[in-house]
């Protein structure tokens, strides 16, 4: 069997933006410090409300100095667009909903820098790192196996070759399995659905160097600040396990009491059939409580899991301080 695992993302879209000067129009709106994105550097990044919610995560990649484009949940594309439009004209910058020309794979596992080296030409070697060509874009995610989020474009001469290849030495594997790996990594995908509800504090991006804290202004960045800098995070992103199959979100997190102490946000399902979940909890909570449950009759127990971060760190993906 091979040791590396392939899911078609067929939630996801990319938003390119082309021409013009594409990073100046990004740097006043979004988290991220465009400054840092470069042809080998992309980085996770967020659109955030005037009151300092996330409205959408996306990854920033770069196809060149003046073409950049977005990563993000599909559902959130008419939002993310609708808005960075009105900035069109003053960066003479085009935006343009590609995810049609491109087929979007996910791979993972323990050979997957091998066969994506011997297939696209290289393989980026540390999380965020990325690798770009005529087939392509290659991003390495973070994530307990190795993995990388594969952009082949459908026009090159080599494109059906290639995917067959890719199909051919990979396990196929549901878009659940790679929504596992992203709980396991403790990072959540901002879809519409929990649109404008958490300061990204809440959700750890601060965590995970989608927040530049020394960029300058962006939408919400007053707040997102005064968050940060005054201890006004009274819930984080934690990853719990369910010892169930089945969840209805959203699903609240209620302490041994019956009182609730959180959310549950997303869900996946580990090998077993049991669900692995990502929560945003009350901190005093956890300071007083060990045991929390998923449903008000607390017969449904949800164990905490570790995080492979410190959620309350403030890092960026360059080794310094956001």
């Not at 968050?227 to 992103?237: S, T």
């Not at 169930?244 to 209620?254: I, K, N, R």
Request: with cysteine.
């Amino acid at each position: 069997m091979s040791q590396v695992f392939c899911a078609s993302l067929d939630e996801l879209a990319i938003l390119e933006l082309q021409g013009g000067q594409p990073d100046k129009l990004l740097q006043g709106q979004i988290t991220t410090d465009l400054r840092l994105v470069n042809n080998e550097q992309a980085l996770p990044g967020l659109l955030c409300s005037l009151k300092g919610r996330v409205i959408s995560s996306f990854e920033v990649v770069s196809f060149a100095d003046d073409h950049l484009a977005l990563i993000l949940p599909k559902n959130n594309l008419e939002a993310v667009s609708s808005h960075l439009k009105k900035y069109e004209p003053f960066f003479k910058t085009r935006l343009v909903d590609t995810t049609a020309d491109y087929q979007i794979l996910g791979l993972s596992g323990k050979e997957t820098p091998a066969l994506v080296a011997s297939l696209l030409g290289a393989w980026p070697k540390t999380d965020y790192r990325q690798a770009v060509n005529d087939q392509g874009l290659v991003l390495h995610l973070p994530g307990p196996l190795a993995r990388g989020l594969v952009l082949l474009k459908r026009d090159h001469e080599n494109f059906t070759t290639t995917l067959n290849k890719i199909h051919s030495l990979t396990t196929e594997a549901p878009q659940e399995c790679w929504k596992l790996l992203d709980i396991q990594a403790g990072r959540v995908q901002v879809t519409a659905e929990l649109a404008d509800q958490y300061l990204p504090q809440m959700l750890n991006f601060q965590a995970q160097g989608a927040v530049s804290f020394k960029k300058g202004c962006y939408i919400g960045q007053e707040i997102v600040a005064r968050a940060q800098f005054r201890g006004q995070v009274k819930k984080r992103l934690h990853r719990i396990h369910l010892n169930t199959g089945e969840l209805q979100l959203p699903a609240a997190v209620y302490d041994a009491q019956g009182k609730q102490q959180g959310e549950i946000i997303q869900t996946a399902s580990d090998r077993r059939g049991e669900l692995e979940a990502l929560a945003v909890i009350n901190q005093n909570a956890l300071e007083e409580n060990d045991t929390f449950f998923a449903n008000s009759e607390l017969t449904l127990k949800a164990s905490l899991l570790n995080l492979p971060y410190d959620p309350q760190a403030r890092v960026a993906l360059h080794g310094a301080e956001a």
